[in-house]
Every structure is written in structure tokens, then in C-alpha cells.
């Protein structure tokens, strides 16, 4: 039986459930008034997963809701989770997220890239509804907007780390997309340039998973890097899996999301970890206070959003210490990591002399890779 038969019945049976329900009680949600402040006893949060949230990618904006949750003062039954709404199933996304809004939802995050269309199909089939999608790029002029981060700031600091400690010189990456996706490859080529800033002769091999949420992929790409040669393995993927594997051989790594300490403690340098609670906190106070706007948040390490995790006392050294540390101060004075001219990995050249590259050049054009870059196919 297909997926996509299995997604049309689950939808069919789910609209005559709605059917049902709307027959006999009103829809629970609080309609909110944009613009105007509200009272917070009126909101009611509602976050789709794709996971369990039990690690990594999805317990990161987990754990941001709850960061959010304490400093507003909500209550526990204002916030619904939505667990295990996997994104290449836009049927069942639809599905939850109507679910969410008739269980009282007036605040949608959906956090996952494959979530962004069925939010901007719904934004307008319910404008009394706020819906912010992560790490998408649409958004309209009421009700709709989306969010992330300049999150190869802190991948360039994890660079410079990895770049310092690696002995054999060959550093591995596990990639969740491939060249096309600008946010894995711009957090790739920032994380290839710290490393090349404390490191000219380290190279950085990778293995695509294409998939965002892929642990037996997670541990054979760790596997075949490991194989390579690999003494440090990074990764831009959903789950600790590499690091457990890099731990299990007996190299280190670089975490990502979470602090990935609690799974590898004897392996990870440090992680590059995302503080989502930043963000909500400022949705959900922006919606309360009435001035929200749908224009796209972007932060960085700035405001607190991005950073790594503090350095494995047990296996950095105080050079590399003093490194991150300079490098950290160079962004924050300014530095963008993306400046000037870069030689990609098949000799062209990309940037501008004396410029750095925009954020949306960033977030969307970065169709290349650096230099010391090679893929493991």
C-alpha cells in the first residue's frame, strides 16, 4: 500500500472526524485580534514536530517553548505538541495543523522546512490564526511569517575547533541535503573557512543523507567517514547518531542543535546549538503586545539566537581556547565569515572583492562548495 494512499485515507477519515466534531461543539480557538494587545490567558500555542522531540533538531525548538513558556508565565495547557508530523507528507501536516487550530491553537509554529506550503495554505483559510514556519522563506502581509538564523556564525567557530584538533587532517561532515540547499551548504562552507582559517593543510569530506531525519543513514555516513580516515565528524543532521558512532570509534565530533555532550560525552568538542526560546519569546510577545509584523526574523550570535556550546574541558587545548575566542570576537565586531573573493571546490570564484555576501545571498544562493571541500560518493 502506497504512502500517498495511506496519506489520502488518513485525511479522509480525519475530515469526517472533523465533520463530526464541528457538528457538535464550536471550534475552541480564541480568535485573535492583530495589532491590539491581548491577554495572555487567551493564547494557546501550537508546535508541529517531526520527531519525538526527544533529541537533537526537534528537542532544540522543544526546549525553546518551554525557555518561552516560563518566561511568559503560560500555562501548560496552553501549549499543544504535535509529535512524529513527518514533512514530506503534506496531507498529514494539513491534517495536524487543523487539528491543532479546532483543539484552540491561535499560534502555529511549524518547525520543519517541509511544513511551509501547507502554513501559507492555511494562513489564509484561517487569518485569525498566526503561523510562523522555520527555516522557510514565505510569508505574507497579515498573519503568516517565517524564521531562522545566521547559524554558520557558529558553524565557523565549530570549524576553527575541529580545524585545531584534527590530526590526520581529514574532518567529516554529514550533510542532511545536498548542494542545492543553501542552508546546509552555507553551514558547511562557514564551518570549511573556520577550519581553513587555523588549518590550510585539513580537508572536510562529505556524505549526504538526503534526508533531514535519517539515523540509520546518520550512522552509515559517520561509518563510511570514520573509514575515510576521518578523526572529527560534524554533521548538519536531525539526530545525535554520528556522534554516538564517532564516539563508539574512538574520534571526536562536532554536535549540532543540542548540546550532544549528553549523548557523546567523551567525543564532542562542542556543538552548535540553536537557543529557539530567543525567538519565541519574541513571537509570542510580539502577538501579545500587538505589534507583530510578518517580516522574516533573522538573528544571529548577536542576540543570543546561534552559538556553540562551551569546549570539551578534557580534550581542547588553551590555543584552541584562545582561537574560538578571537574569532568569536571578530564576529561580533563585524566579520561576516562570507567576504571578499572564495575559490570553490571546482576552481570558480564567488563574492566580491571588498563586500560580503547578503544574507539572502546566504540563505538562498550558496550553490557551491568551498574549496577544502570534497564529497565521499
Not at 35 to 50: A, D, F, P, T
Request: net charge negative; glycine share 8%.
Amino acid at each position: 500500500m502506497s504512502n500517498f494512499f495511506i496519506s489520502y485515507v488518513r485525511l479522509i477519515l480525519f475530515c469526517l472526524i472533523l465533520f463530526f466534531f464541528n457538528g457538535c461543539q464550536q471550534n475552541n480557538t480564541k480568535h485573535l485580534q492583530l495589532g491590539s494587545e491581548l491577554n495572555r490567558e487567551n493564547i494557546i500555542i501550537g508546535v508541529i514536530h517531526v520527531d519525538l522531540a526527544e533529541s537533537g533538531y526537534s528537542y532544540a525548538h522543544d526546549y525553546g517553548i518551554r525557555e518561552a513558556q516560563r518566561e511568559l508565565g503560560l500555562r501548560d495547557d496552553q501549549i499543544i505538541r504535535k509529535f512524529n508530523v513527518v514533512d514530506i507528507d503534506g496531507i498529514l501536516v494539513e491534517a495536524v495543523i487543523r487539528e491543532t487550530i479546532i483543539e484552540g491553537a491561535n499560534i502555529i509554529f511549524a518547525t520543519s522546512w517541509g511544513h511551509m506550503e501547507v502554513c501559507e495554505k492555511l494562513a489564509e483559510i484561517y487569518p485569525e490564526v498566526v503561523f510562523a514556519h522555520a527555516s522557510g522563506y514565505r510569508y505574507n502581509d497579515t498573519n503568516f511569517t517565517n524564521y531562522f538564523g545566521r547559524i554558520y556564525l557558529a558553524r565557523y567557530l565549530s570549524g576553527v575547533a575541529a580545524g585545531m584538533h584534527t590530526k590526520t587532517n581529514k574532518i567529516g561532515f554529514v550533510a542532511a541535503q545536498d548542494i542545492a540547499n543553501s542552508e546546509v551548504t552555507g553551514g558547511l562552507n562557514a564551518f570549511a573557512i573556520g577550519v581553513e582559517k587555523v588549518n590550510p593543510e585539513a580537508e572536510i569530506i562529505v556524505v549526504v543523507t538526503h534526508s533531514w531525519f535519517d539515523p540509520p543513514g546518520e550512522r552509515h555516513a559517520a561509518q563510511r567517514l570514520i573509514a575515510e580516515g576521518c578523526d572529527v565528524i560534524a554533521q548538519h543532521s536531525n539526530t545525535p547518531v554520528a556522534q554516538i558512532e564517532a564516539e563508539l570509534s574512538g574520534v571526536w565530533g562536532i554536535g549540532y542543535n543540542t548540546d550532544m555532550r549528553r549523548e557523546a560525552p567523551n567525543a564532542v568538542l562542542t556543538s552548535v546549538v540553536w537557543h529557539w526560546g530567543v525567538y519565541y519569546t519574541y513571537l509570542i510577545n510580539s502577538v501579545l503586545d500587538g505589534s507583530f509584523k510578518t517580516e522574516p526574523y533573522f538573528a544571529g550570535l548577536k542576540e543570543g539566537l546561534v552559538d556553540i556550546t562551551p569546549l570539551h574541558e578534557d580534550l581542547v587545548t588553551p590555543e584552541m581556547e584562545y582561537a574560538v575566542s578571537q574569532a568569536r570576537e571578530r564576529i561580533l565586531d563585524g566579520f561576516n565569515v562570507f567576504e571578499g573573493l572564495m575559490e570553490t571546490n571546482d576552481a570558480q570564484i564567488v563574492g566580491r572583492e571588498g563586500e560580503s555576501l547578503t544574507d539572502e545571498e546566504i540563505t538562498s544562493g550558496i550553490n557551491w562548495y568551498y574549496r577544502n571541500v570534497s564529497l565521499l560518493r
